[in-house]
Antibody, heavy 119, light 107 residues
Framework: EVQLVESGGGLVQPGGSLRLSCAAS????????MSWVRQAPGMGLEWVAN????????YYDPSVKGRFTISRDNAKNSLYLQMNNLRAEDTAVYYC????????????WGQGTLVTVSS | SYDLTQPPSVSVFSGQTASITCSGD??????VSWYQQKPGQSPVLLIY???RRRSGIPERISGSNSGNTATLTISGTQAMDEADYHC??????????FGGGTKLTVL
């Protein structure tokens, strides 16, 4: 069974940092592009970033470029999102998902982890 | 940036057919995926590459894409279909793009 389990969310002050993790199991993690997608309260889905299997390509939404860094550790079947200089508008549930590159859809999603940016 | 537009809400009577649209410039030239999201749950892939149903998705759920509009069609709508539906496409400049989501209400 495919499982994606996010962790690392919480309450942080504006300007602060958080590191999200996503532990993958049940599939060949190293064979997949991986993505982070977020959803602000009551809003739609918003893609954040994605990363190629070997980390040679990474792409970011302009709203997070320069502040967020996506990375992965294939040996640990894990995906990460380092979030710096957080803003109130970054408040959302953050999901990790497989795929989301060119014509590859997001086959699997984690349960999400809530990030709240507030003073 | 590339934008996808969905109606905020669609209502349908139980047993009838629901159509949820997703509009974007020359969207028919891109592949569209559709996701269902029930309250408090993560999104679930329904349709990919415009018309392909994910394994386990019933045949009464179908997709199409032509011109500037992609459509998710749910035939014989049931109470269990009440959810938010999100379209998604890939644009070579904007990368991954989601529509704003449509809340389907089954009356």
């Amino acid at each position: 069974e495919v499982q994606l389990v996010e962790s690392g969310g919480g309450l942080v002050q504006p300007g602060g940092s958080l590191r999200l993790s996503c532990a993958a199991s049940g599939f060949m993690f190293s064979n997949y592009w991986m993505s982070w997608v977020r959803q602000a309260p009551g809003m739609g889905l918003e893609w954040v970033a994605n990363i190629k299997q070997d980390e040679s390509e990474k792409y970011y939404d302009p709203s997070v470029k320069g502040r967020f860094t996506i990375s992965r550790d294939n040996a640990k079947n894990s995906l990460y999102l380092q979030m710096n200089n957080l803003r109130a508008e970054d408040t959302a549930v953050y999901y990790c998902a497989t795929g989301l590159y060119v014509n590859s859809p997001a086959d699997y999603w984690g349960q999400g982890t809530l990030v709240t940016v507030s003073s | 940036s590339y934008d996808l537009t969905q109606p905020p809400s669609v209502s349908v009577f139980s047993g009838q057919t629901a159509s949820i649209t997703c509009s974007g410039d020359k969207l028919g030239d891109k592949y569209v995926s559709w996701y269902q999201q029930k309250p408090g749950q993560s999104p679930v892939l329904l349709i990919y590459q415009d018309v392909r149903r994910r394994s386990g998705i019933p045949e009464r759920i179908s997709g199409s894409n032509s011109g500037n509009t992609a459509t998710l069609t749910i035939s014989g709508t049931q109470a269990m279909d009440e959810a938010d539906y999100h379209c998604q496409a890939w644009d070579r400049n904007s990368y991954v793009v989601f529509g704003g989501g449509t809340k389907l209400t089954v009356l």
